[in-house]
């Protein structure tokens, strides 16, 4: 909710960030997708780790998107690798289909294969229509070369999403560098536990300090992403007018 006040125009719903992102609950998809008037996109991932998926697994991701698509989703995210880090094709082409009508995103699985350039092509094969990725890179600032050479390759083909570390102090730069058109970020912030009570001899999830913090979405930071966009995009238009007209 805070990130559509934002301005944001489209979700990517997932549960557990700090895996990276897998399938959410039906409960929390139906609540969203009630309380939301922009596009819901939902990841289908069954697991943290890696993105080889077993003949299971594959089944299970395609009964999630059944769910999904019953609840209402506006899209899904999702990718297979194969054993040597390529995009497999036709376990994520059978996924494509179970999906459709709705549209898939290729998430950042993109970004721990073999070969960048070799899974847009295979992504495009697989019938996806956009790949999230920060080109191989922690942070897409790092990266922008390698984002504008996969724009150029994919033109037409394929919608190259950026994300990754993307905030309102490096927007306009990736922008600008990039020439991207759709942008992802997360934008969280810690926000401390309200339980009084701290059990410092036991922890049940990775480690003590995330057993008492919570994530949240500021409606103020999404705004600010939202605005250096515009800024960025408005000075690039200022500088297409003002090109000597050539023939």
Do not use: W
Not at 56 to 69: C, G, Q, R, S
């Amino acid at each position: 909710m805070a990130a559509e006040r934002g301005g944001a125009r489209r979700v990517e719903l997932c549960s557990d960030l700090l895996e990276g992102g897998i399938t959410p609950s039906p409960g929390l998809l139906e609540r969203v997708r009630k309380r939301l008037g922009i596009d819901v996109f939902v990841m289908v991932r069954p697991r943290g780790g890696d993105f080889c998926y077993t003949a299971e697994e594959l089944a299970i991701m395609k009964a999630d998107i059944e769910h999904v698509k019953q609840l209402g989703a506006d899209g899904v995210v999702l990718g297979v690798l194969d054993s040597d880090g390529y995009v497999d094709v036709e376990r994520t082409r059978d996924l494509v289909e179970q999906a459709k009508p709705l549209p898939v995103t290729f998430h950042r699985a993109v970004d721990v294969s073999a070969d960048f350039a070799d899974s847009l092509e295979k992504i495009i094969a697989s019938g996806a229509q956009r790949v999230l990725t920060s080109g191989r890179r922690r942070r897409v600032a790092d990266s922008t070369r390698d984002i504008s050479q996969a724009i150029r390759q994919t033109q037409g083909r394929l919608i190259v999403m950026v994300g990754g570390g993307l905030n309102p102090e490096n927007i306009a730069t990736v922008a600008n560098e990039t020439g991207a058109t759709e942008y992802h970020a997360s934008l969280n912030t810690g926000v401390p536990s309200p339980v009084r009570f701290r059990n410092d001899s036991l922890f049940l999830g990775a480690d003590l300090e995330r057993e008492y913090m919570r994530y949240i979405v500021r409606e103020e930071d999404v705004r600010s992403l939202r605005e250096g966009l515009e800024r960025a995009n408005g000075s690039r238009a200022a500088a297409m007018q003002d090109l000597p007209e050539s023939r």
